[in-house]
């Protein structure tokens, strides 16, 4: 039976990407050896993470003054590298989920942290809109997608101080208006590559400005400096990337990916508004492209366990929702066909025809 991938992370990416993985580890472009045997300082690995890095540049128009970095310890890691590295006294937080938190968890290690606004209120069924953010702040830090909760924050706030973006389920999924950002970073493995490796967007002025002394590994100043080759990077992952971003460019690019993606959501989110069982649980301006979160309304309760059954012998995988939303979440990433959500929208209508 065909599968229809919806997990949340990791989560489905392009065949290509997967199949030209698998070629690369029998045999890296005809050399005879695999891409896990080759040195990570050889011309052909080098080769690798130099696309895939230009790759980056060119398909979110980064600027020039700006780093990409492949890092490794996930976007759990960059929680807390970037007070590491950004805090003196005093840093913003957004809170609008739980990786929201953990990163507020983190940083309060390194100083003052202001959470501005937070959308906790409501379980964090939106994005909070109008906070101030302070002016003596040494950055603001967001997160632009809330996997967990199926809220998404798309589009590009203006600071008066440095912005820091965990991205993590939502890179490369719209373009982005890098300048308006000094540090971007999240766990490819939701949106990009498969688990291991870390992405990271960094304006170079930014660093520099803390007294503490900073472990060397933990230092953005080292990864820059060496190219993301100051220690052994995570090689395969990198290339797996360096294929999920040229099957991006080919197909038209984030432009393209953004218009796919809203025809993907708006078809789920359009049958989800005018079903008679089922029902959003974010509010509508905050919705999220890339995790739609659903319950079944209050009469209908006790069948979401008969709908997770139904759905698994249609080949759905993945619809379960995160334990703190319940119900389901189903992960529409840029790897996703449409087909995929046409097969889950076919099977939410046949279950409501058979039990509303
Ligand atoms: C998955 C996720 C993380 C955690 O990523 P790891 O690479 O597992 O550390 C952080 N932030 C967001 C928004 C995520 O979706």
Redesign the pocket.
Known sequence: MKKHNFNA?PSILPRIAIENSAKAILDLNGTGMSLLEISHRSKDFQAIIDEAVALFKELLKIPANYHVLFLGG???LQFCMVPYNLLKTKAAYLETGV?AQKAIKEAKLFGQIDIVASSGDKNFTYIPKGFTIPADADYFHI?T???IFGSELRYDIDSPVPLVA?M??DILSRPVDVSKYALIYG?A??NLGPAGV?FVIIREDILGKVDRPIPTMLNYKTHIKEGSLFNTPPCLPIYTCMETLRWIKNLGGVEKIEEMNKRKANLLYDVIDNSKMFIGTVEKDSRSLMNICFVMKEQYKDKEDAFMDYAKTKGMVGIKGHRSVGGFRASTYNALPIESVQALIDCMHEFEQNNA
Do not use: L
């Open positions: 992370g996930g976007a759990s990786w997160t997608n809330n996997t965990d993590s389920s766990g493995q939701k870390t």
